[in-house]
């Protein structure tokens, strides 16, 4: 998963390790790509996973044990993440990107694990990371097989399109699928790291600080620059009439 199709923009996985990227792109792996194009025409909203945890049975979904979480996705991903998001002609993108939040690594897994939930496959060639954008080319020869993932230097697979609805309602199924009773439920390590808002919270506060440093460090700049400088100023004591230089 990772790749902008926007010529002028790179994904947050391929910015973090450009060179990793484009190790993988130019390789003679096979490859699928996912891009944002791909992910940005899905949104999961509060609806899809509220009845479900509201539901007052003695046993409850596991995924209900992350419900501030997604909470927090769907208020937060709308405001800072699918807002930047430019649009690139051909591609469809989720009418709910307002509202809800972009299941990236989700819609990443079911192109290869659930092919039936995409349609109109593309050929990408020529593809690299260079600086801070990708580089891609389309190969319109669409000769090549169903099953035929392409392993050539800078070649990958995508799928141009993806039925929302339908991948929501089974990605739906499967996370919800796992019951758990609320006083009794044993969570993995990295489960228990990522439950609730601490993550957030503790970046949200972290980032906070560095604006306010930030800020107090201008506004110190600013400040010494309109004092005039009082060196070579002569002040007269009135009580002795001395000159002092100051």
Known sequence: MGGDLEPSHLDLNFVTDPRAANM???????????????????????????NQCLASHNRKPLA??????????TWAMPRFINSGLLPVEGFNRSLRLGEGFIPWDIVAVFSFTHPQLFSERMRLSN???????MDWELVTDSSFQDNDVPNEVGQAEMF?????????????????????TE??????IPVI?????????????????????????VARGVLNASIPS???QIS?????????AT
């Open 24 to 50: 993988v792109l130019t390789s003679r792996t096979p490859k699928i790509l996912v891009p944002v194009q791909t992910c940005a025409q899905v949104a999961w909203t509060n609806e899809h996973h509220s």
């Open 64 to 73: 209900c044990k992350l419900l501030a979480r997604m909470n927090f996705q």
């Open 127 to 133: 593809l690299r990371v260079s600086g801070y954008k």
């Open 160 to 180: 141009k399109r993806v039925k929302e609805q339908d991948l929501l309602a089974t990605a739906s199924e499967l996370i919800f699928k796992c019951q758990a």
């Open 183 to 188: 006083d009794k439920l044993l969570l993995p």
């Open 193 to 217: 790291l990522h439950v609730g808002l601490l993550p957030e919270i503790v970046g949200m506060v972290l980032a906070l600080c560095l604006v306010v440093a930030l800020a107090a460090r």
């Open 230 to 232: 009082r060196s070579g």
């Open 236 to 244: 007269t004591r009135p009580d002795t009439g001395k000159s002092k």
